[in-house]
């Protein structure tokens, strides 16, 4: 899914409040850890993630490679911080400005 930047803009917004759901460490990505951000999207359509200073592959890296595996949106990569979107498929609790 492609997102406009008022739509980036206003995931950002919300996702500015938001505590980290997970924490990525020097094991990087692994199995457990997408199907754990998997699971998570089941609940939530924007979650937010943190990888930690031990862990030492790109965090950009590391946000396209969930994002591929779990078939969400990257939103942003700030930091050590990313945040991830993914619709419901019904009944959205998140509504994008066109």
């Given at each position: 899914?492609?997102?406009?930047s008022?739509q980036r803009?206003?995931?950002?917004s919300?996702?500015?409040t ?6 990525i460490?020097k094991?990087?990505?692994t ?13 939530n ?7 930690l200073?031990n ?16 078939r969400?949106?990257?939103v ?11 619709p419901f ?10």
């Open positions: 899914m492609e997102l406009t008022k803009a206003y995931l950002k919300l996702a500015s938001m505590n980290p759901v997970f924490q460490g094991s990087s990505v199995p457990e850890m997408t199907h754990a951000v998997e699971e998570c999207f089941n609940n359509e924007l979650i937010k993630l943190n990888v200073k862990c030492d592959d790109d965090v950009h890296e590391i946000a396209n490679v969930i994002a591929d595996r779990t969400s949106t990257l942003q990569v700030i930091g050590k911080k990313i945040v991830l979107y993914k498929k019904e009944k959205q609790k998140i509504i994008l400005p066109k």
